[in-house]
């Protein structure tokens, strides 16, 4: 067990040969250089190292909590979870987490090529994602055959932007901090606004996110892209990418233009740029939204779950996770339930403005 910092470049390369070798979509959240920068900010970040016969075998990232309470690494805002393992027999999962000193193991955006914990998943959800390995005019005629009036209203909406607005500008890889800074500001108006947790209200994701944005590696680099209209940023998004999977994460927009649908065409010009850059995988994440039902090819499972083993943690995760999970399962079930929560989530953040 060392701290994320305390690997190796001999390990930190194993780690990356496996992940190379493995089946599953090369999403950068799975990197080493994610969990090494999560360890910057959570102290209790660790990597387990497997070793098999005198070489490293594999890599499982996590937190450690109270009595032994473990969580896999940036469980929250983490899009990707799992061990990173040699093709071959599997480990004992219970006996990985002794080792660990966990009572458990909790994730909720496992990916599927997780045979050590997928048995122990509760719930699976879609990971929704745009495939653009084919190019973008693929992508396009896909979107126009599927949903021709939603292609054509977006494009004409872009039009209409930069008639009304001004000359409207794309740039994928944008390095200016005070683009990133604008885009933080929208997203916490939208948590706000939509009656959720303000993620960037919290200091480790804030410094998270900063960490990342000048992190630059083949597998591994933060990218910020921004939409400009006569100059000055309508929509912004914030993600991980590596050589072949662009991993959505931070999206949002000026609200004052919100009838202009910024949000979608920004989406629309990375994929365009994605795809220019031989990324031929766009992962929205999990969780249901409108543009992401008219944006997606198809979609990806992921799993949220836990693994325990017999002790007063197990308890306490059981007692702070399940019924709530429970809880959010049952009313995500019933549309017109969740319809209801929503608005009643809305009405909450209406009431704590005023």
């Known amino acids: ?99 660990c000193g966990l009572s458990s193991f909790a994730f909720d955006n496992l990916e599927a090529d997780q045979a050590l914990f997928t048995p122990y998943a509760a719930q699976e959800y879609a990971s929704h994602v745009i495939d653009v390995a084919n190019g973008y005019p693929a992508y396009e005629s896909e979107l126009r055959a599927r949903s021709p009036k939603f292609l054509k209203t977006t494009l004409a909406k872009e039009r209409r932007l930069g008639r009304q607005v001004g000359d409207v500008r794309f740039v994928f890889d944008e390095r200016d901090p005070a683009a990133l800074r604008t885009l933080m500001a929208w997203k916490s108006a939208q948590y706000r606004r939509t009656g959720r947790r303000d993620r960037f209200a919290q200091r480790w994701i804030t410094e998270l996110v900063g960490r990342l944005a000048a992190t630059r590696t083949p597998e591994c680099a933060g990218t910020l892209s921004v939409l400009y209209a006569a100059g000055r940023p309508v929509a912004a998004h914030f993600g991980l990418r590596s050589s072949t999977v662009l991993a959505c994460w931070f999206p949002a927009y000026d ?10 065409v920004l989406h629309l010009r990375m994929a365009e740029a994605a795809a220019a850059e031989g990324i031929g995988l766009l992962d929205m994440g999990r969780g249901a939204a409108e543009y992401k039902d008219s944006l997606k090819t198809g979609e990806l499972p992921v799993y949220e779950g836990a693994v325990t083993r017999w002790g007063a943690g197990a308890a306490l995760y059981w007692l702070g996770r399940e019924p709530a999970r429970r809880a959010h399962g049952f009313v995500r079930d019933r549309p017109r339930l969740a319809s209801l929560a929503a608005r009643t989530l809305r009405g909450a953040a209406r009431l704590r403005r005023t």
């Open 255 to 264: 609200v004052a233009v919100g009838k202009y649908s910024p949000g979608l």
């Open 1 to 99: 067990m060392l701290r994320p910092g305390e690997l190796g470049e001999g390990q930190r390369e194993h780690w990356r040969e496996l992940r190379a070798k493995s089946h599953a979509p090369r999403n950068p959240f799975m990197e080493p250089e994610f969990t090494e920068t999560v360890g910057r900010v959570r102290p209790r970040a660790r990597v387990a190292v497997l070793y098999a016969g005198g070489e490293p075998a594999g890599f499982l990232p996590y937190e450690r909590g109270p009595l032994g309470q473990g969580r896999a690494i940036g469980l929250g805002v983490s899009d990707c979870q799992g061990a990173v393992l040699r093709q071959g027999p599997l480990p004992d999962t219970r006996r990985l987490l002794r080792a």
